[in-house]
C-alpha cells in the first residue's frame, strides 16, 4: 500500500516532466510575428550608416501592394512616410505611405534612400501592412516590422612620418565610413594651401601620397592637414574655386552656383592659421553636411621635428650629490674625534 508522501512524490515528478515537455515544444515552436501573411527583412546586421540605401524585402500573400512607413525618435507616434519622416502617414491615404508592388511569387521589393532625410542616427522600425493603414489600426489588416539602426558617418586621419620633410614621400591615411565616393585632403602652412581629392576603396580606406615634388614646395613651419568627408549627400560642399574657397551650397544670386567665402591664395589671401579657422568654419557652416579630421603637424629640414629634438631641462637628482655629501660627513666625524 502506498503512503501518501508517494502519491505526492509521483505527481511532482508528473509536473516536472510536463513542465520539461512544455518548454521543449516551446523552444522549437517557430518564433510568433504579427501576423505571417505578410514579411519584411534587410540586408546584413540591420545597422547603416546614414546616407546608404537599405533594400528591403519580403512576402505579402494577401495583397497586391505593402504599405511601409517609419517609426523612431520624434517622428509622428502613429508612423510617418519613409520618403519625408516628419510628415505623417493618414489611414485610407496610400499615397502618403511608400509602396511596393507584389510580384506573382508574392515577393516585394523596396529600396529606401536614408540621404537627405533629415533624421539623425538612432533606431527606427520599418511597418509593412497590406492595407494603408497607421500604427493606431492595425488591428485591421496584417502587418511586420523591422528594427534597423541608423549611425552617423565619419572619417578619421593619419599622417606618416608624423612631421612632412621637405623633398621626402609623406602619406596620409584613414577610414571614411558611409560609402563616400570620395574624401578631399588640405594642407594648410602659413603661406601655401594645398588640396587634392581621392576615392574611398570598399573597405572604407584612403590613401594620400605626396610625393617629393610636391612637399619641395612647402615652406618650413607648421601646418594643418584636413581631410574633408562629404557626407550624406555625397557631395564635398567646401571646395576650392579660382582664389577662393566657395560653398556650394548656398547661391550668392550669380547664376554660377554656390558662394565665395574667403580667399585662399592671391592678393589679399588670409595666411597660416586663419586659413584654417576659416576653413573649418565654413565646413561647420548649417548648410553643409561635410565633416572632417584634423592633424596639426609641421613641415622640417632634416626629418626631426624641432619639437622632438628638444631636449627636456631636468634638475640632477639628489643622488648625483650622494659621494660628496658622504665624504664632508666622514670628515667632519674623523675631525670631532680629534678634537
Known amino acids: 500500500m502506498s503512503s501518501p508522501f508517494n502519491d505526492n512524490t509521483s505527481c511532482f515528478r508528473q509536473m516536472i516532466l510536463l ?5 521543449t515544444a516551446a523552444l522549437l515552436l517557430p518564433p510568433i510575428s504579427a501576423d505571417s501573411a505578410i514579411t519584411i527583412t534587410a540586408p546584413g546586421d540591420q545597422s547603416y550608416f ?11 500573400d494577401e495583397t497586391d501592394t505593402t504599405y511601409l512607413f517609419l517609426m523612431g ?36 521589393e523596396y529600396p529606401f534612400l536614408t540621404d537627405n532625410l533629415g533624421i539623425g542616427p538612432g533606431t527606427y522600425t520599418v511597418y509593412a501592412v497590406n492595407n494603408p493603414v497607421t500604427k493606431d489600426q492595425l488591428t485591421s489588416g496584417s502587418y511586420n516590422t523591422i528594427s534597423i539602426i541608423l549611425k552617423r558617418p565619419f572619417v578619421t586621419a593619419w599622417i606618416s612620418p608624423q612631421s612632412i620633410i621637405k623633398g621626402q614621400p609623406s602619406t596620409v591615411t ?59 549627400n555625397n557631395q564635398l560642399d567646401v571646395v576650392v574655386s579660382g582664389d577662393f574657397v566657395k560653398n556650394l551650397q548656398i547661391n550668392d544670386g550669380s547664376g554660377t552656383g ?35 579630421a584634423l592633424i596639426q603637424t609641421e613641415v622640417v629640414d632634416t626629418g626631426v621635428s624641432a619639437f622632438q629634438a628638444q631636449t627636456p631641462t631636468t634638475r640632477p637628482a639628489p643622488l648625483q650629490y650622494a659621494p660628496f655629501g658622504a665624504l664632508a660627513l666622514i670628515l667632519g666625524i674623523i675631525l670631532w674625534s680629534r678634537r
Open 19 to 23: 513542465l520539461i515537455l512544455a518548454g
Open 258 to 292: 554656390g558662394m565665395n567665402v574667403f580667399r585662399i591664395s592671391g592678393p589679399g589671401s588670409l595666411r597660416g592659421s586663419d586659413t584654417t579657422d576659416a576653413l573649418i568654419s565654413a565646413i561647420n557652416d548649417p548648410s553643409v553636411d561635410d565633416i572632417y
Open 174 to 232: 584613414g577610414s571614411a565610413d558611409g560609402d563616400p565616393g570620395e574624401v578631399q585632403l588640405w594642407i594648410i602652412g602659413y603661406d601655401y594651401a594645398y588640396t587634392e581629392t581621392t576615392t574611398v576603396d570598399p573597405d572604407s580606406s584612403y590613401r594620400f601620397i605626396l610625393d617629393s615634388p610636391t612637399t619641395e614646395k612647402f615652406s618650413k613651419g607648421p601646418c594643418s592637414v584636413i581631410v574633408q568627408h562629404p557626407m550624406q
Open 73 to 108: 525618435p520624434n517622428l509622428p507616434k502613429e508612423g510617418a512616410q519613409l520618403t519625408s519622416p516628419y510628415q505623417p502617414v493618414t489611414s485610407g491615404d496610400p499615397g502618403s505611405f511608400a509602396t511596393a508592388p507584389t510580384k506573382p511569387d508574392n515577393t516585394w
Open 50 to 60: 546614414l546616407g546608404e540605401t537599405v533594400v528591403f524585402t519580403g512576402t505579402n
